[in-house]
């Protein structure tokens, strides 16, 4: 699955003869299924927190390392980018299994994604991310998988013109990493928290793809919530206590729609 990544991020740009939307979607969805499927098999590895950390290190460096290579050399950009993408994408797992060793109790994961899924939106729409988008997308391409637009390297401009259709970021990597480490773990059903993560990621990233006037979506609240729909009978409450999440959940989605309602008006006008 790792040389199948990287394979599909180095001959997408080099792909002539297909329409850029069509082929940038298709695109996005195999490496979105490849990489999840990676992240989950990584995540179902029993390992020792410090190999976690010892191999956090080694790949950060080798990102950075990658990172440089390719800024210097644009002749060989092509085929070094996506293994700096592979590599950060290693690195995040790495964190995110790290990050999953703290969630002791399975039911600690419902007040995790809730956290996340806010946290997310409001970073995007209102707080550093989406100001980051703005003001420094370097920086956030550089913290994220690039995922290359399809023959965008096949005009005349060559690997200058390469162009990039989506993107995965720190959080999301990490994130996804952290669930299914802690899935596996307590014993969850991992193809249905697989399925759950990715059918509603990719239903995000298609909208952004499809929808002109869609601006870049957090993929947080998607992936956070698809594995709690997936993992809902995995978790194990008491009568009050569902009672509690059932009033907190409508709190939530009532303020959610309040302020997508907002941010549509907003962004509209």
């Not at 249905?192 to 869609?214: H, K």
């Amino acid at each position: 699955m790792l040389l199948a990544c990287y394979a599909l991020l180095v001959a997408t740009p080099l792909l002539p003869g297909i329409p850029p939307q069509v082929g940038s979607i298709l695109a996005t969805v195999v490496f979105a299924a490849l990489s999840m499927a990676l992240i989950l098999s990584l995540a179902r590895l029993r390992t020792a927190a410090w190999h976690e950390l010892a191999s956090l290190v080694v790949l950060a460096g080798c990102w950075r390392l990658l990172m440089q290579f390719a800024a210097a050399h644009e002749t060989v950009r092509l085929y070094v980018g996506p293994a700096v993408g592979i590599a950060f994408m290693l690195a995040c797992v790495c964190a995110g299994k790290l990050l999953s060793r703290i969630i002791r109790d399975r039911n600690i994961l419902v007040p995790v994604c809730v956290v996340a899924m806010i946290a997310d939106f409001y970073t995007v729409f209102a707080g550093p991310t989406g100001k980051a988008l703005e003001q420094t997308p370097k920086l956030v391409q550089a913290l994220s998988v690039a995922i290359p637009q399809v023959g965008s390297a096949t005009g005349p401009a060559g690997a200058r013109g390469l162009a990039h259709a989506a993107t995965m970021g720190l959080g999301d990597i990490i994130f996804i990493a952290m669930f299914f480490s802690a899935a596996a773990r307590f014993g969850f059903r991992l193809r249905r928290a697989y399925l759950g993560i990715l059918i509603p990621t990719l239903v995000a990233i298609v909208a952004v793809l499809t929808v002109w006037w869609l601006p870049a979506l957090p993929l947080l609240p998607f992936i956070a919530g698809g594995f709690l729909v997936a993992s809902a009978r995995e978790f194990h409450f008491s009568a009050e206590e569902k009672r509690n999440l059932k009033w907190v959940g409508l709190i939530l989605l009532v303020a959610t729609a309040i302020l997508v309602l907002f941010w549509l008006r907003s962004a509209h006008s």
